[in-house]
């Protein structure tokens, strides 16, 4: 009867361990810079749009060039975080099951009452999976974007440098 304990209680610190590795993998993530796409910016007729979230902080700015003109820096704060997955069973594990976080964020825009996303809140949700980050309200996408790792570990490493 103790051997079966001790290999339930075994499996139960095991799972533990994995949901902590795998929300620390997902949070870790987070942090970065993610870009527009080419085929999104040309359908949005802007030049670039970046997003650069910090995890840490519950923070974000979006920054917005069009004619190759700075037409919005804009921060942002994250509010709520919520699991979307398939497999309730490990919900971080992203190979046994669809695997997205979905947050919510609002817009603070002092300098431009009149940037396009101010009607606060908006979703955002994060696959780690092709690294895409889709900013949506009502189910409309307004922005789908992607990690741009090369610029994030650059950052990261100048920052704690």
Same mark, same amino acid.
């Given at each position: 009867?103790?051997?079966?304990?001790?290999?339930?209680?075994?499996?139960?610190?095991?799972?533990? @361990?994995?949901?902590? =590795?795998?929300? /620390?993998?997902?949070?870790?993530?987070?942090? #970065?810079?993610?870009? #527009?796409?080419?085929?999104?910016?040309? &359908? +949005? *007729?802007?030049? %670039?749009?970046?997003?650069?979230? *910090? !995890?840490?902080?519950?923070?974000?700015?979006?920054?917005?060039? /069009? *004619?190759? %003109?700075?037409?919005?820096?804009?921060?942002?704060? $994250?509010? &709520? &975080?919520?699991? $979307?997955?398939?497999? =309730?069973?490990?919900?971080?594990?992203?190979?046994?099951?669809?695997?997205?976080?979905?947050?919510?964020?609002?817009?603070?825009?002092? *300098? !431009? &009452?009149?940037?396009?996303?101010?009607?606060?809140?908006?979703?955002?949700?994060?696959?780690?999976?092709? #690294?895409?980050?889709?900013? $949506?309200?009502?189910?409309?996408?307004? +922005?789908?974007?992607?990690?741009?790792?090369?610029?994030? !570990? %650059?950052?990261?490493? @100048? +920052? =704690? %440098?």
């Amino acid at each position: 009867m103790s051997s079966v304990l001790s290999f339930i209680i075994i499996l139960i610190i095991f799972y533990l @361990y994995i949901l902590y =590795t795998d929300k /620390q993998l997902y949070d870790s993530f987070l942090t #970065g810079f993610y870009k #527009g796409d080419s085929s999104y910016c040309s &359908k +949005a *007729n802007i030049d %670039e749009i970046v997003f650069y979230i *910090n !995890n840490s902080t519950n923070s974000g700015h979006v920054i917005i060039k /069009q *004619n190759n %003109e700075l037409i919005e820096h804009t921060s942002f704060d $994250i509010q &709520k &975080k919520l699991i $979307i997955n398939s497999n =309730t069973l490990i919900p971080f594990n992203n190979i046994l099951g669809s695997q997205f976080l979905e947050y919510d964020i609002v817009f603070i825009s002092e *300098n !431009n &009452k009149d940037f396009c996303w101010n009607d606060s809140p908006y979703k955002m949700i994060l696959s780690i999976i092709n #690294g895409s980050l889709t900013l $949506i309200k009502n189910d409309v996408v307004h +922005a789908i974007l992607y990690k741009d790792n090369g610029i994030s !570990n %650059e950052f990261i490493n @100048y +920052a =704690t %440098e």
